[in-house]
């Protein structure tokens, strides 16, 4: 079955200590994405990769970095977490961008809490 | 800048029509439109490429003004299922995307 998988799907850790949220593709889909979505705020993108080593920052990189060593691995990676990092992330991936009718696939998503 | 979105949020009744709207301040080279359901990831519904596009599935169908940078999502006959918060999505350059800021819809029988 073609899926997005994300772990954990829940997380409450505290102020400082480094986590790392997995997620993995099966669609061999050259574009992965991350993004967190805050109420009244909606889904605002973090990173995305092009295909292996190729990162860009999306519109609230702060915080977080990322890195791409496989094509089906996208892991988010938070050094220092910080309450205000509370929020539920979703990875997402596809066939590449500009390419006709390519939708987003998304995991079921990583609901993380920073005391 | 985010794509806004209108309504913020709206209540139907089953069989009720609805039009959301997703407007944009800078130009829109395609929409997509998603939906999620409480506590789950969002679904593609559908994408429009070009100006003056129009598309369906079953009763929703979405159009594309590219001039006016705006597109609206019509649900027609509304159902049970149908509840959820909509999305439209963009690619402001090539690889970066944009969200709206989403309407949540809830059907009631």
């Known amino acids: 079955e073609a899926q997005v998988t994300q772990n954990p799907r829940y997380l409450i850790t505290v102020t400082g200590k480094k986590l790392t949220v997995t997620c993995s593709q099966n669609?061999?889909?050259?574009?992965m994405s991350w993004y967190r979505q805050d109420p009244g705020l909606g889904l605002r993108q973090i990173y995305y990769?092009?295909?292996?080593?190729?990162?860009d920052k999306g519109d609230v990189p702060e915080g977080y970095k990322v890195s791409r060593k496989e094509k089906r691995n996208f892991p988010l990676i938070l050094e220092s977490p910080s309450p205000n990092q509370t929020s539920l992330y979703f990875c997402?991936?596809?066939?590449?961008?500009?390419?006709?009718?390519?939708?987003?696939?998304f995991g079921d998503g990583t609901r993380l809490s920073i005391l | 800048q985010q794509p806004v979105q209108s309504p913020q949020a709206v209540i139907l009744r089953e069989g009720e029509d609805a039009v959301i709207n997703c407007s944009s301040s800078?130009?829109?080279?395609?929409v997509h439109w998603y939906r999620q359901k409480h506590g789950e990831a969002p679904v593609f519904l559908m994408i429009?490429?070009?100006?003056?596009e129009q598309k369906g599935h079953e009763k929703i169908s979405a159009s594309f003004n590219e001039k006016k940078q705006q597109s609206s999502l019509y649900l027609t006959a509304s159902q049970l299922s149908y509840s959820g918060t909509y999305f439209c999505?963009?690619?402001?350059?090539?690889?970066?995307?944009?969200f709206g800021t989403g309407t949540r819809l809830k059907v009631l029988a």
């Open positions: 999505g963009t690619e402001p350059s090539s690889y970066k995307y944009i």
């Open positions: 990769s092009m295909n292996v080593e190729v990162t």
């Open positions: 669609m061999n889909h050259e574009y």
């Open positions: 997402a991936s596809s066939k590449q961008p500009g390419t006709p009718n390519q939708p987003q696939h």
């Open positions: 800078k130009a829109l080279y395609s």
């Open positions: 429009l490429l070009k100006g003056g």
